[in-house]
């Protein structure tokens, strides 16, 4: 079982940054691959970025390369989400989750989630 917390979310001008953070309880944090999925009003959740198990190779979806990254602290069991460049568009409710093993894009793979925080860019 792993518990994820997601925290750093908040309210930003366009152009601004945050940096999220999510936080997994248990010692096996290692042997999961974690993402960062968001989900704005009325539209479906969708991955913004995905990081392997040691950190070595990362996805980002194509609305964000160049702006946000990924990154991980397994000594502390976080991941993180730097956002730059913050646009409206990034309005978003920002999961993290976890997936046992390799790294993937489908949401349907992972295998546990945060409660979510909010992010609100304003232009």
Not at 21 to 33: K, L, W
Not at 99 to 123: A, C, F
């Amino acid at each position: 079982q792993v518990q994820l917390v997601e925290s750093g979310g908040g309210l930003v001008q366009a152009g601004g940054s945050l940096r999220l953070s999510c936080a997994a309880s248990g010692r096996t944090f290692s042997s999961y691959a974690m993402g960062w999925f968001r989900q704005a009003p009325g539209k479906e959740r969708d991955i913004v970025a995905a990081v392997n198990w040691s950190g070595s190779t990362t996805y980002y979806a194509d609305s964000v390369k160049g702006r946000f990254t990924i990154s991980r602290d397994n000594g502390k069991n976080t991941v993180y989400l730097q956002m730059n460049s913050l646009k409206p568009e990034d309005t978003a409710v920002y999961y993290c989750a976890a997936k046992y093993g390799t790294g993937s894009q489908r949401i349907l793979l992972y295998d546990y989630w945060g409660q979510g925080t909010q992010v609100t860019v304003s232009s």
